[in-house]
């Protein structure tokens, strides 16, 4: 049975460093920037954070010690994970299992990212994760030649693409739309406006892949403070609940860039619809998917925002990429996604910026991007996890 989380723990606090790319600050130092701004918003000093669920092990490279020295904080629970943004819904809820299991009082979920420095290049010399078995940083095969992320994200909209006819006007909607979203936020990198000829005339990075259907690559840091939910009721922010959530999926079916039933990897081939197993998120938090004000996702490429809208029920196995036209999933539209311009426009924190941005939605701090009447927002990823958060 899953896990009843339901209003037992809350976010009290968000907080991020600045965003861009060489920036002079260590990615240590963007963290501090984060933690303190987390607790700032959340009227907290640092004694009040018992716990650390951190995603800074790579290309950081400095462990939870190092933080919990450098910070100045007693810990008496800590997790540590990649810094990959499939591990973001890990550390959020083995944060939420420490506090309303009594493993620590308050805990900072905390992600740092230094892409443009030197050290963290991705591919590079320094690159840490390369030397893992068979190689690769996403779950890549490099000994079929597969060697980078976006040659997954690539290889499933190809297949993808083969099989519903997918345009590339219709792939366009997804990076204007979150382009659109950053032009209203002060935070975000992308700050000028997008246009279809601009996406259609950049260059291929990997077909069908453009420069816009691929992720930033910045510096910068993100911290999420989780406590109980009495606790919440007492700080200085109106909290954020947790209403719900499910883990990652994993096994033969499952390709990190792709939805259950493409043929990549060693997945089945046909129409795959959403198992009952897959959407156990919603029967545990008592809605449904027209509930959901708002849905986050990791969109370091532009398909995989069609893929979880499939792989989560909003639409039917190759009706996404139609589903979102006409303002579908901008601000305003049905289904609005990704409003502070996620990992294609705002910024790659890992996703955690989106958590962050799904934070202030729910209490309503987000100005002319605002979600009307926001009460329920998703985080959820193609790899099939997912946390519903409250109001």
């Given at each position: 049975m899953p896990t009843r989380i339901q209003d037992q723990v809350a976010i009290v606090g968000v907080g991020a460093s600045a965003?861009?790319?060489s920036l002079p600050e260590s990615q240590?130092?963007?963290a501090a920037q984060a933690f303190r701004a987390a607790l700032e918003d959340a009227g907290l000093t640092r004694e009040a954070v018992d716990g650390l669920s951190i995603n800074i092990g790579w290309p950081l490279g400095v462990d939870y010690d190092r933080v919990?020295?450098?910070?100045?904080?007693s810990l008496r629970y800590v997790n540590q994970s990649w810094t990959h943004g499939r591990f973001i819904t890990h550390s959020l809820q083995h944060a939420a299992m420490a506090v309303h299991h009594g493993l620590a009082d308050c805990v900072a979920c905390l992600c740092s990212v230094g892409f443009t420095r030197e050290r963290g290049i991705l591919g590079g010399p320094q690159d840490i994760e390369g030397r893992r078995e068979e190689g690769g940083s996403h779950g890549e095969s490099p000994v079929y030649g597969l060697t980078s992320p976006a040659g997954g994200a690539a290889l499933s909209m190809q297949r993808y693409r083969a099989l519903y006819g997918t345009t590339p006007e219709q792939l366009a909607t997804v990076a204007l739309t979150l382009r659109r979203h950053a032009l209203l936020n002060p935070q975000a990198i992308m700050?000028?406006?997008l246009s279809l000829e601009d996406y259609l005339n950049?260059?291929?990075i990997i077909d069908p892949l453009r420069l816009y259907d691929c992720s930033l690559i910045n510096e910068g840091a993100c911290c999420v403070l989780v406590t109980s939910a009495e606790r919440a009721r007492d700080q200085a922010k109106a909290p954020v609940y947790y209403l719900a959530m499910q883990g990652m999926r994993s096994g033969r079916?499952?390709?990190?860039?792709?939805?259950?039933?493409l043929g990549i990897n060693q997945q089945t081939t046909g129409r795959v619809t959403p198992r009952e197993a897959d959407l156990e998120v919603y029967r545990e938090g008592g809605i449904t998917q027209k509930d959901v004000d708002g849905l986050y996702t990791y969109d370091a490429f532009s398909p995989l925002v069609l893929f979880v809208l499939e792989r989560f029920g909003f639409?039917?196995?190759?009706?996404?990429a139609r589903w979102i036209q006409d303002g579908r999933i901008g601000l305003g539209g049905e289904l609005p996604v990704n409003t502070s311009g996620g990992l294609l426009s705002e910024a790659h924190?890992?996703?955690?910026?989106?958590i962050v941005e799904m934070v202030r939605q729910l209490r309503g701090e987000c100005g002319a991007r605002q979600v009307a009447g926001a009460q329920i927002m998703q985080w959820a990823t193609v790899w099939g996890d997912s946390i519903l958060f409250h109001r």
């Open positions: 965003f861009g790319r240590l130092g963007l919990a020295e450098t910070f100045g904080l700050r000028a406006p950049a260059r291929r079916e499952e390709f990190i860039f792709a939805p259950p039933g639409c039917g196995p190759g009706e996404a924190v890992g996703g955690w910026n989106s």
